[in-house]
């Protein structure tokens, strides 16, 4: 029944996930034992962190503005060095400090919010002035390894979860991470805030006059985008079950890359997170076919990614072109004037 | 519900922009059960109190109340939640987003804690069907025209159940049978008892629907009166606050001898598939020739092949004898061929350059950017067109989107006149414009025409087209289906041209 969607956001999505299916088929055709559920698993467990602030990063740029999010890679490092200080140094109980986790982002992602949104500061700098900062607090705790020795931290670490007795397993944070992802697609589809989400991404004078609670949301989008971040790195502390200061660096490029190669626009409106998380999918088979490979440098994961996110951008651009075409042919049918007098004007 | 009863009190409402005293001590009164036309000049001050009223802007004094309880709205958010909804001028949709969802967004209905897409589509189809619109509602808006568009915002402000409903030119981009089925919904509305306040440049509409009228002027209030005791001339002097008989000063011009004149331009046979169908037609130099028909008839897209915007297919198109072809509007400005397009707001004007930057810019494009113009010489012919158009600004440096929209025109129209075209092609250059502009603009028109500049002149105003033109074009369905010259282009030949082709 839902036909939402604009067919040609739905065609880049389609592009993905059949990219997804292709590079996953290459891989499983040229190396034995790629083509197995365990990999498939391994894909997620390795790439749930990345998959959590993709998923937050979709949200950010859904609502548009020159909206972007880059502290998210720095947030998961505060987040797995306090972890780690706090399991070290207090003897607080593990999820209470998750909580406190949790609340820190929120907190922090409120605060870029007010400022994105009430002063009407540009995204990218208030985001960057949060990833220094970010970074910043991690080194001030320590600039050595803290591991976290945590006996819960440990046990949820090292849960094997089996799937139906398959013998593949996947870990807890991928259970956090798909939670995420499934809360998040219901929230952009089914609720009033997601729909919001888009208007002010479509249009934001628009959604102003249609009387949408503009500043609000865009409060609670940088909000969310840091707590997802904040969960990413509960995610991250469980995968290294460590906190350093170099964790996460330069994770925020790679979740704006899958969202992107997901089919979500850097210019607002379109987009959502079932496109993020093939995104992060296609990003992760991409490692593990150099992996599979042995001989080629892991660098090639970022040579690759580049060629897809500019293959990406080509298509959503020709698929936009070709929709604002198929609006000035639709015009000629239905006997309007057409509006391309644009093209004559704007050479000048 | 009683005739009498005021819905919506404005008193003394003042509101100051940066330089700009933008409205001063306004009353407005509106009662249940009306519809109320705001007239006035472009920038009277209609707009700033409809967005004041809306709670885009704030008012620095004045109390409004609602069915007799005061209300501050702060927000379009509470403005709608007090129950006044509104269409504003432009569009104001998320193209991004379904028709149906444009219309429920911000007050969706839910089931089991969802959004309810079944009830909301669904609603949508009953919504439009209401206007007698048959579309996809689950279709992205952008894939529709402006026209529909336009009505689906409609369909977006008569569904919240408001008390008061604002209509700041919703007929602009409409056709005659979209402005009857709106005028339909509104003679319904208002025997349900809402107040509507209504704001165009049409006066045939004014006086087809409204029961009172409420003139601003300078962003002073004029007066309020009962539709039967202002007529139309009266109304019009009270807009210009000065006695009118322009009108009738234009009417002299008409006279032209094509004869014995060599065409400036030339086509022949020309025609572009899908867009329109061969024909032959040839201007002189101080021709106005006007291009009229239906919407959709072709007339624009004509017009762009005269400038290189779609190429041609098939003839050929002659300047002074040679053969040209124009293959870009570049081609079409090198052999002094000018054109204002039909949406200024989008596609000319560049509301974050001055004045003075927007109007130099066609000329500084066409001389290239090693032969800049420099800061004097751009002063001086920024200077001297503002003097001559008459443009309303307080400097040339003020920054074009500051403007009212008939000044804007007008800065659009200088930046190609200073680039000395022998053809200049206006599409609409007086819609959503107020009276007096239009008239000064069509004065414009036609000393140019005096001068020798050759004129093609797109309107949707028959009597305008009439007024202007001493040569008419006929369009119907993407064929030029008669010529017209001089005195024979009245609105009854033009009419019947278009109605029943050559019978008459």
């Known amino acids: 029944m839902r036909k939402l969607k604009i067919n040609a956001s739905q065609f880049s999505l389609l592009i993905t996930i059949l990219l997804f299916i292709a590079l996953f088929a290459a891989g499983s055709v040229k190396y034995p034992n790629f083509f197995s559920l365990q990999v498939f698993c391994n894909l997620l467990i390795d790439n749930s962190t990345l998959l959590v602030i993709s998923v937050g990063m979709t949200f950010v740029l859904i609502i548009g503005g020159s909206g972007i999010d880059i502290s998210v890679g720095s947030v998961i490092a505060l987040v797995c060095m306090a972890s780690a200080w706090l399991c070290q140094n207090t003897g607080l109980d593990a999820f209470t400090i998750m909580g406190l986790m949790i609340l820190l982002g929120a907190v922090f992602g409120f605060v870029q919010g007010i400022f994105i949104t009430y002063l009407k500061m540009q995204p990218f700098i208030v985001t960057l002035a949060g990833l220094m900062l970010a970074r910043g607090l991690t080194a001030l705790i320590s600039e050595n390894t803290i591991t976290i020795s945590n006996k819960t931290y440990v046990t949820l670490a090292q849960a094997k979860i089996h799937i139906f007795g398959t013998g593949a397993y996947i870990r807890s944070g991928v259970i956090i991470a798909l939670v995420v992802l499934a809360t998040a697609w219901f929230v952009l589809s089914y609720t009033r805030f997601g729909r919001n989400i888009y208007a002010i991404g479509g249009n934001e004078q628009s959604a102003i006059l249609m009387g949408l609670p503009v500043n609000r949301t865009k409060v609670a989008v940088y909000t969310l985008s840091s707590m997802c971040a904040a969960l990413a790195g509960i995610v991250f502390s469980l995968y290294m079950l460590s906190g350093y200061v170099l964790h996460g660096q330069g994770m925020e490029m790679d979740a704006i890359a899958s969202t992107v190669i997901g089919g979500t626009t850097l210019t607002g409106g379109v987009g959502g997170v079932v496109g993020a998380f093939f995104g992060v999918l296609i990003n992760g088979t991409i490692k593990t076919i150099i992996m599979f490979q042995g001989t080629l440098s892991s660098w090639w994961t970022r040579i690759v990614m580049a060629a897809l996110l500019c293959i990406f951008i080509v298509i959503q651009r020709l698929l936009s072109m070709k929709s604002i075409e198929g609006v000035n042919s639709k015009k000629s049918n239905t006997g309007k004037l057409g509006k391309k007098t644009g093209s004559a004007a704007k050479q000048i | ?504």
């Open chain 2, 1 to 504: 519900m009683e005739k009498s009863t005021v819905l919506l009190e404005m008193t003394g409402i003042s509101k100051v922009f940066p330089g700009v005293r933008a409205l001063q001590n306004v009353d407005f009164r509106l009662r249940a059960g009306e519809i109320h036309a705001l007239m006035g000049e472009n920038g009277a001050g209609k707009s700033t109190l409809i967005k004041v009223l809306t709670g885009v802007y704030g008012r620095d004094a004045g109390t409004m109340s609602l069915e007799g309880e005061q209300i501050t709205v702060k927000s379009p958010q509470e403005a709608q939640s007090a129950g006044i909804s509104t269409v504003y001028q432009e569009v104001n949709l998320c193209p991004n987003l379904s028709v149906a969802e444009n219309i429920y967004i911000g007050r969706e209905p839910m089931k089991f804690g969802r959004i309810d897409w079944r009830e909301i589509n669904k609603r949508a189809k009953d919504a439009l069907a209401r206007l007698e619109l048959d579309i996809d509602v689950t279709k992205v808006l952008n894939t529709y025209s402006v026209a529909v568009q336009q009505m689906v915002a409609i369909a977006r402000a008569v569904d919240i159940k408001a008390k008061v409903l604002v209509l700041d030119e919703p007929t602009s981009s409409l056709d005659e049978n979209e402005v009857e089925k709106l005028f339909e919904i509104m003679k319904k509305l208002k025997s349900n008892g809402i107040g509507i306040i209504f704001v165009t440049h049409f006066l045939d509409q004014v006086y087809q629907i409204c029961d009172r009228i409420t003139v601003l002027k300078n962003g002073e209030l004029i007066g309020e009166y009962e539709i039967s005791q202002l007529p139309r001339y009266e109304l019009v002097s009270r807009m210009l606050g000065k006695e009118v008989d322009e009108f009738a000063a234009l009417e002299n011009s008409k006279v032209f001898n094509k004869q014995g004149k060599k065409p400036f331009i030339e086509a022949k046979n020309v025609g572009r598939r899908g867009t329109i169908n061969c024909f032959n037609l040839s201007l002189v130099e101080g021709e106005v020739l006007g291009l009229t028909g239906l919407l959709g008839s072709g007339r624009t897209e004509m017009a762009r092949l005269f400038f290189g915007a779609d190429k041609i297919d098939s003839g050929e198109l002659v300047i002074d004898g040679n053969r040209v072809h124009l293959n870009s509007p570049i081609d079409a400005i090198n052999n002094e061929i000018a054109f204002c397009p039909e949406d200024r707001k989008q596609e000319g004007v560049i509301g974050d350059l001055s004045v003075r930057e927007n109007i130099i810019l066609a000329l500084q494009t066409k001389r290239g950017i090693a032969d800049r113009l420099t800061r004097k010489e751009q002063e001086k012919i920024a200077d001297d067109y503002i003097r001559l158009l008459n443009i309303k600004v307080s400097s040339p440096e003020q920054l074009l989107k500051n403007l009212s929209g008939g000044n804007q025109q007008k800065v659009i129209l200088a930046r190609w006149l200073v680039t000395r075209p022998r053809l200049l092609i206006l599409d609409e250059p007086t819609r959503g414009i107020d009276v007096g502009t239009k008239t000064e603009i069509q004065k414009l028109v036609l000393g140019l025409a005096g001068e020798g500049l050759a004129v093609m002149f797109i309107s949707s105003e028959l009597d305008e087209t009439v007024r202007c033109c001493n040569h008419v074009a006929v369009l119907r369905d993407r064929n030029m289906i008669g010529e017209l010259y001089g005195e024979n282009a009245n609105q009854t030949t033009i009419m019947q041209t278009i109605a029943g082709g050559a019978k008459q």
